[in-house]
């Protein structure tokens, strides 16, 4: 497959800036930055590709294998039997501008992927960074696992980070889920550093809800709403009560940006509370 030429991948990475909506500050910068830079062609099999395009509410197949075609604001199908695609990049980069991965920090990535959202990880974090990307589907670990290694601060891992995958306790910076949780997992809290943030979709049965960061706080674990959404289900990570308690949430019109949710979490039942409403 030909490369895509550095003008193109400026212009798409302007692309997204405008289709985000994001401030200009140093922060989203580096954000577009790590997207001019990534060559999203590494990270799918070679065409014809199926893209969708949410702004135009329209499924895209493309006529032939040319790379330039993937350098749109569009997601790129991964999987169509289940659902699995390369996200939306001005979603995305919303979300990562929220959570601000630091030069020199320590990420987990719950669900790589090919890879894609792996590389913009690896870009925010620089050399003395370093991202641990886990990935439960064997095939997409084997793309992923081919398209990042150049990328030396990235390990991947064919692991379910939901269950059976250790992990030490206070690793981690920021922890970024591509899949859809009821809630951040109890040993995804306890791998975070002291000041360590979650970021997440938090989803109902049916697949929406809402992107939160989540940090530790004096009320305890404290999530505010990014914006919403909509995401496969991260099967490890659902809880029944969580998911009636979002379902409620969302139809009250609480999953919306700004709101503040704490979860609470014990023998007897699991939802999360209203902590404060933005209005």
């Not at 084997?142 to 980070?161: E, G, R, T, W």
């Not at 949430?249 to 999360?272: C, I, S, T």
Request: aromatic share 8%; glycine share 8%.
């Amino acid at each position: 497959m030909s490369v895509v030429s550095e003008p193109v991948r400026r212009r798409f990475a302007e692309g997204v800036r405008k289709a985000s909506g994001l401030p200009a500050t140093p922060a989203e910068e580096r954000i577009f930055r790590a997207f001019s830079k990534v060559q999203r062609e590494r990270f799918v099999r070679k065409g014809p590709w199926q893209l969708t395009d949410p702004h135009q509410g329209v499924l895209l197949r493309t006529n032939d294998s040319n790379p330039d075609q993937l350098y749109r604001d569009v997601l790129v199908t991964l999987d169509e039997q289940r659902g699995i695609a390369i996200g939306l990049p001005s979603m995305w980069a919303k979300f990562l501008w929220s959570a601000n991965p630091l030069n020199g920090e320590r990420v987990l990535q719950v669900g790589a992927g090919s890879g894609y959202y792996t590389a913009i990880l690896s870009e925010l974090v620089g050399n003395k960074g370093s991202v641990v990307a886990t990935e439960i589907e064997p095939h997409l670990c084997v793309l992923a696992s081919k398209a990042l290694a150049d990328c030396h601060n990235v390990s991947v891992l064919n692991q379910d980070a939901t269950s059976g995958f250790e992990i030490e306790k206070d690793q981690f910076d920021l922890i970024v889920a591509f899949a859809g949780a009821t809630h951040p997992l109890p040993h995804w809290q306890s791998s975070l550093k002291p000041d360590g943030r979650i970021l997440a979709p938090i989803t109902d049965d049916e697949g929406c809800g809402a992107m939160v960061l989540f940090r530790q706080s004096p009320n305890g674990f404290v999530g505010e709403i990014i914006g919403t959404c909509r995401f496969y289900p991260c099967l490890g990570a659902r809880h029944p009560d969580i998911e009636a308690d979002l379902k409620q949430l969302r139809a009250a019109g609480e999953l919306r940006a700004g709101v503040q949710l704490k979860l609470h979490m014990d023998e007897n039942r699991a939802f999360f509370e209203v902590l404060k409403r933005p209005d």
